[in-house]
T-cell receptor
Framework: DAGVIQSPRHEVTEMGQEVTLRCKPI?????LFWYRQTMMRGLELLIY????????DSGMPEDRFSAKMPNASFSTLKIQPSEPRDSAVYFC????????????FGQGTRLTVV | DQQVKQNSPSLSVQEGRISILNCDYT??????FLWYKKYPAEGPTFLIS?????DKNEDGRFTVFLNKSAKHLSLHIVPSQPGDSAVYFC????????????FGQGTRLTINP
């Protein structure tokens, strides 16, 4: 298995532009998570899905952020409009239901908003 | 509200010595704890875990200790090797049904030759 695949790896955009981050989870995993890494808060959970349904989006910072999972093999995180403070590394992770299972992470998307 | 805290942003250890990374948590409902390791420009990778019903789990050079009464978790690496230099994240799961992991801020470990 190729693991969790994220694209793009790097994104540089101007303030006010729409940004879309993409994720393909590991096949067979029924949970998908979006995290944001910052120096102050480490890995923050933004939103997660179970069987393509959003379960908890309490970590989404503002209405400018939205996430979708149209099918079991694809998810997007969109920021519209983007702001410089959104600059961070965004990770997607997936896991499967089980008593003691870990989440597998993608390589992340480094977003820079100028 | 930071439910999982790693109070040491960085740690420097001599090669061959023991590295001890610490983590504190506030939510008594956490039932499963994990450590992840992260190299630059890569995603975090799973290292070792422990269930709340245990107090120790060992895997080679890595041992995780859980003190539930103190709400404290630690990762011991012995002996430390240069390849262990990375950022280490502590994580906790609220309950089995949710599968939601809450992470700490991370500790940057540097192993000096």
């Amino acid at each position: 298995d190729a693991g969790v695949i994220q694209s793009p790896r790097h994104e540089v955009t101007e303030m006010g532009q729409e940004v879309t981050l993409r994720c393909k989870p590991i096949s067979g995993h029924d949970y998908l998570f979006w995290y944001r890494q910052t120096m102050m808060r480490g890995l923050e959970l933004l939103i997660y899905f179970n069987n393509n349904v959003p379960i908890d989006d309490s970590g989404m910072p503002e209405d400018r952020f939205s996430a979708k999972m149209p099918n079991a093999s694809f998810s997007t995180l969109k920021i519209q409009p983007s702001e410089p403070r959104d600059s961070a590394v965004y990770f997607c992770a997936s896991s499967f239901t089980g008593p003691n299972t870990e989440a597998f992470f993608g390589q992340g998307t480094r977003l820079t908003v100028v | 509200d930071q439910q999982v805290k790693q109070n040491s942003p960085s740690l420097s250890v001599q090669e061959g010595r023991i590295s001890i990374l610490n983590c504190d948590y506030t939510n008594s409902m956490f039932d499963y704890f994990l450590w992840y390791k992260k190299y630059p420009a890569e995603g975090p990778t799973f290292l070792i875990s422990i269930s709340s019903i245990k107090d120790k789990n060992e895997d080679g050079r890595f041992t995780v200790f859980l003190n539930k009464s103190a709400k404290h978790l630690s990762l011991h690496i012995v002996p430390s090797q240069p390849g262990d230099s990375a950022v280490y994240f502590c994580a906790a799961r609220v309950n089995q049904g949710a599968q939601k992991l809450v992470f700490g801020q991370g500790t940057r470990l540097t192993i000096n030759p």
